[in-house]
C-alpha cells in the first residue's frame, strides 16, 4: 500500500561569527579548559552578537537548506520554530521568518518549546500534517540565542551553551509503506513534566514580566538524559520496523560527550556512526540536531540511503526520537 513519507530534501546551518573558547571563559569565571574538556567535551562555542537574533540565525539557515533542496521559497507550506530564545514574547519567530522568507501569503507559521528536544517535536508535527495531506513542504528550524538568557557569572552553566540555528527542508512523496522506504519512518515524542524543576529559566513573563537565566540540577540530568536518550531511539527504531543494527549515523543532541558516550554503550552502536559537535557547537538546545545534521551534510558524510536515528532530551523534562532514510 503507497503511503506518504516526508523526505529529507535539504539542511542549512548558520552560526554566528564569534568563537568563545573554553581559555576565554576561564578568564571570565573559576574555570579551566581542563575542567570543561574533561567534564563535557565542549571546547568552544559561538556567541550570538548582541543584535544578533534567533530570526536571523533562522534566515540564514533556511536560505541554505531551501538552496540544498533546489526548491524556492514559495513552495514551502508550513514553517515551524522550534526555539526557547525567540525574538519576542509574540508573535512567533516563525512569523517573522515567514515574512523574512516572503513566503506565499497564508503559509502556517508557529514555534514550538520543547527546550531541547524541540526538534524533534517540531520534526513530528511537520511531518504528521505532510503524512495526512494537509501540506507539500514544511520548513522545519530549530534555533537558538541562548547566550542572551545565560548568567555569565555562573560557572555551573555558562560554560555548557552556545548559539546557532539549523534548518531541514521536508516534502511529502508517495512511498511503498515499507521500512526499506526512503525519508521519515517513525517520531516519538515524550515528556514528565514532574522534572520541571531539573532545568528551567528562573523567569517567565507571567512569572515576573523577564526572561531570566538557566539553572541546572546537573547531576539530575545527566542520570535522566542517559535513558531518554536510549529510549527516544530504541521506541523510534521499533515504530519503524528496523534494528540498531541497520542504523548507519546515530545523531544524538549534543549536550555533553560524556552522555552521548554512555548512550552509545547502551545502545550498542559504534562510537565511528556516532556524530559528535558538542565539541565546537556546545549545547545549542533545540538547535543541536538540525545544526548537527546540516553540518554532517555539508562534510559529505551522509549517503543517499542511510539510517538515520536520532534521539533528544531536555527540560521539561521532554525527549524523543526520529528514525529517517536519506
Ligand atoms: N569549572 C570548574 N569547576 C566547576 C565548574 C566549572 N565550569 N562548574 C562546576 N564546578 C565545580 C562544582 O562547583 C563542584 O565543586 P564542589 O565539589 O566544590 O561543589 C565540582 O565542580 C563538581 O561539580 P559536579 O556537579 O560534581 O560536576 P559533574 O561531574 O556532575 O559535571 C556537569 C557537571 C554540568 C558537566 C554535568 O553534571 C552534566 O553534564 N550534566 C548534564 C548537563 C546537561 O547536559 N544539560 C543539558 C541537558 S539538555
Redesign the pocket.
Known sequence: MTVIRSQLIGTGYKLPEKVLTNDD?SKM????DE??ST??GIKSRHIAAQDELTSDLSYEASLMAIKNAKIQNQDIDFVIVATVTPDNTFPATAAKLAKKLELKPGTPAMDVNA??SGFVYATQIADNMIRLGEIKTALVIGAETLSKITDWTD??T???FGDGAGAVILQGAECEGKNTDTGILATKIYADGNQYEH?YSDSGVSLNQKAGFIH?D??E??KI?IPSLVQGVEESLKIAGVQISDVDWYVP?Q??L??IDSVAKKLEIDMDKVIVTVDHHG?T?AASIPLALAETFEKGKFKKGDLIAISA???GFTWGGIVVRL
Not at 569565571?29 to 579551566?32: I, K, L, P, R
Open positions: 571563559l569565571v573559576d574555570t579551566s575542567w570543561i567534564r563535557t527546550a531541547c560557572r555551573n555558562c560554560v555548557l532545568l541546572m546537573g547531576k540530568v545527566f538524559a543532541h549536550a555533553n560524556r552522555i549545547n538546545s532530551m531536555g527540560a
